[in-house]
């Protein structure tokens, strides 16, 4: 059981917009800076959003991410075939202490 | 550029220790990142956190290894190591060298990974 609670799979058609959830709390999400990973089978995991909402160098502005209280959102608009991948929130708890990820969300694009 | 490359044994028997190190190539290790962490995936889960250390050599483990986790750092080398001791089956994942290149957000945002060692565990 994860800490940070994410749905296993969001699916939408390619140039539409998904929105994934990661949902913590205030140990968590809410007091601690939140990550986002892409992770492709068989590569290392992509971090595509730091610190709430900043993009890193080469991560185009169709990925955004957002975080309000003790829930973190990532979008993707202009859903593209190459997007297909699974995703993962982290963040830093500070009661275990300790680093912590979501459950992962597969995202289909149809 | 920056490079991890996680090696080390992809078979280890039950009850035995897991050792995997990681080799940070491009930069040295401490001048790119104060900390360096071991992250792990089991077949068809999710990512796990395992432990980071820093420059000081002060870690911090995930507390549900803890007691079986020792991360260790060899400068001179530019090398990290992970030993997991009393491995079973529920040990058997890919495992991932990670860090933080510095002045580039939080530390625990990890931008830079090694492409991961497969290490089964067997009876």
């Known amino acids: 059981q994860s800490v940070l609670t994410q749905p296993p799979s969001v699916s939408a058609a390619p140039g539409q917009t998904v929105a994934i959830s990661c949902s913590g709390g205030?140990?968590?999400?809410?007091?601690?800076?939140v990550f986002w990973y892409q992770h492709l089978p068989g590569t290392a995991p992509k971090l595509v959003i730091t610190?709430?909402?900043r993009r890193p160098s080469g991560i185009p502005a169709r990925l955004s991410g957002s975080k309000s209280g003790t829930s973190a959102t990532l979008r993707i608009t202009g859903l593209q075939t190459g997007d297909e991948a699974d995703y993962y929130c982290?963040?830093?708890?500070?009661?275990?202490?300790?680093?912590?990820f979501g459950g992962g969300t597969r995202l289909t694009v149809l | 550029q920056v490079q991890l490359q996680e090696s080390g044994p992809g078979l280890v028997k039950a009850s035995q220790t897991l050792s995997l190190t990681c080799t940070v190539s491009?930069?040295?290790?401490?001048?790119?990142?104060?900390?360096w962490s071991w992250i792990r995936q089991p077949a068809g889960r999710g990512l796990e956190w395992i432990g980071r250390?820093?420059?000081?050599?002060?870690?911090y483990y995930n507390p549900s290894l803890k007691s079986r986790v020792t991360i260790s750092v060899d400068k001179s080398r530019n090398q990290f190591s992970l030993g997991l001791t009393s491995v079973t089956a529920a040990d058997t994942a890919v495992y991932y060298c990670?860090?933080?290149?510095?002045?580039?957000?939080?530390?625990?945002?990890?931008?830079?990974w090694g492409q991961g060692a497969a290490v089964s565990v067997s009876s």
């Open positions: 990670a860090g933080r290149q510095r002045g580039q957000g939080d530390i625990d945002g990890l931008d830079v």
């Open positions: 491009g930069d040295s290790m401490f001048t790119f990142s104060h900390y």
């Open positions: 250390i820093s420059s000081s050599g002060s870690t």
């Open positions: 205030s140990s968590n999400i809410e007091t601690n800076f």
């Open positions: 610190d709430d909402d």
């Open positions: 982290g963040s830093w708890d500070t009661v275990l202490p300790g680093l912590v």
